[in-house]
């Protein structure tokens, strides 16, 4: 079917998240392969209106981008605000407003984990504003699988209830997410319409990196025949205000340390390091100096047994490097999805309760270590004892990946199949 329409929204930042970049491409990706004619605006933080592309099984395809931003430049279309008063005025142009109204559907991924005051309410109300346009505008709204709340404030509470039921459908990315989706609706509850599901980045595509850096990392992973662990370091976890932000109660910096330490004082044991946030510039969430100091720190001893990933890599990309090793720990939960959805065994360093359900989802939710509500030497205790059992949960992978990439897929056959559906009955109503 030529001509379908699809509006993305709740991926900003993706450039330099690869986390909400794995859920755009995949979602991207699930959408272009179902109907590669699809006309597809993926919102960001850009400016205006511009071309844009997605790869589907490697292969580059165009869409479209548009800036779309809680922004005080209220002048500015691209500011949502200023699509608010368009809409009430009869949509003075406004392209992004534009794109919204011409969606057979308007998908929204809030970053994954973004549907929650836990970053703030000013986060969470630039997260509402696509979910408020969208049921303004009378189109039909799919949240996609997501973590749904903590809510702190009832306001707060009220509004994501508010906007969950006015969705067309809206799905959970993991048991415990249902929960809290269950208990936000409690009795509008309605089965058809409200799912549970996986996290759309078990169906993201890994790519090879473009020569030289593949071939580096080629060369690297050759070099010996022992075991590759990767480990993901948090600049936000590793930084005194993120640590006293989610309250947690070791230190992530050490504990990263005290973990690649171990890990290569067994004499065949070699580490990467894979940061999973690279903001240029630097910032409070990026994971760039945090991994280059545990790169330094590491390879003062262990020379070249340690390795650091390139900059340059897209979420596709940096899921082949994961892909290869043999034992994955990460504290940003995307960088463990790209394991878990590779078969790799992993452990999450966690700050909050949405890695427990993902992990649940492939039946690996004992190897979440809580950096809340352990000390620096248990979080220790338990990521070696998942490294020391990974043959086990690489056993356990090998059923439960297959069924979760085949969960992704048949989800995303369910939201394009409603697409279709949506645009038949808009070309249905104007022939009439």
């Not at 930042?13 to 272009?32: D, E, K, M, Y």
């Not at 511009?50 to 589907?56: K, T």
């Not at 058809?192 to 996986?198: I, P, Q, T």
């Not at 992973?221 to 005194?240: E, K, T, Y």
Request: with cysteine; aromatic share 6%; proline share 5%.
């Amino acid at each position: 079917m030529s001509g379908l329409t699809i509006a993305l929204f709740g991926v900003t930042g993706w450039r330099h998240n690869l986390g909400v970049g794995a859920l755009r491409a995949a979602t991207l990706s699930g959408v272009l392969s179902r109907e590669p004619a699809a006309r597809v605006t993926a919102f960001d933080e850009g400016w205006g209106m511009r071309s844009g592309r997605a790869f589907v099984a490697g292969i580059p395809m165009q869409i479209s981008l548009a800036g779309a931003r809680a922004s005080r430049r209220y002048h500015r279309p691209e500011s949502y605000l200023n699509m608010r008063v368009s809409a009430a005025l009869g949509g003075l142009r406004n392209a992004g407003l534009a794109a919204i109204d011409a969606a057979d559907l308007v998908l929204d991924a809030s970053g994954g984990d973004s549907f929650t005051d836990l970053y703030g309410t000013r986060r969470f109300n630039a997260v509402t504003w696509p979910k408020r346009l969208a049921v303004l505008r009378h189109r039909p709204l799919v949240l996609l699988p997501q973590t749904y709340g903590p809510y702190r404030a009832d306001r707060v509470r009220a509004t994501a209830a508010a906007l969950t039921r006015s969705a067309t459908m809206a799905w959970a990315r993991d048991p415990d997410s249902f929960l809290a989706l269950a208990d936000l609706l409690g009795a509008d509850l309605d089965p058809s319409r409200h799912r549970e599901g996986v996290d759309v980045a078990f169906a993201l595509e890994p790519r090879e990196p473009d020569a030289p850096v593949r071939d580096r990392l080629d060369a690297w992973f050759a070099a010996a025949p022992g075991p590759v662990a990767g480990i993901n370091v948090s600049g936000l976890l590793a930084r005194p205000q993120g640590a006293a932000r989610f309250g947690l109660t070791a230190d992530t910096r050490a504990l990263a340390r005290r973990l690649g330490e171990r890990l290569l004082a067994e004499p065949d044991t070699r580490v990467i390091i894979v940061p999973h946030v690279r903001v240029p510039g630097g910032g409070p969430d990026d994971d760039t100096a945090v991994s280059e100091w545990l790169h330094r720190v590491l390879a003062a001893r262990h020379g070249d047994r340690v390795l650091l990933v390139p900059t340059g890599l897209d979420p596709q990309q940096s899921k082949w490097v994961i892909a290869r090793t043999s034992w994955f720990c990460g504290m940003r939960m995307h960088a463990t999805i790209a394991a878990l959805s590779s078969a790799v065994p992993a452990a999450n360093v966690a700050y909050s309760l949405k890695a427990r359900g993902v992990f649940a989802s492939v039946g690996q939710e004992r190897r979440v270590a809580d950096a809340r509500r352990s000390s620096e030497e248990d979080l220790l205790a338990q990521l070696w004892s998942a490294w020391t059992e990974r043959q086990v949960a690489a056993a356990e992978l090998a059923v439960n990946t297959p069924l979760a990439v085949a969960r992704a897929a048949s989800q995303m056959d369910e939201i394009v199949a409603l697409a279709r559906a949506e645009h038949a009955g808009r070309a249905t109503a104007r022939a009439r």
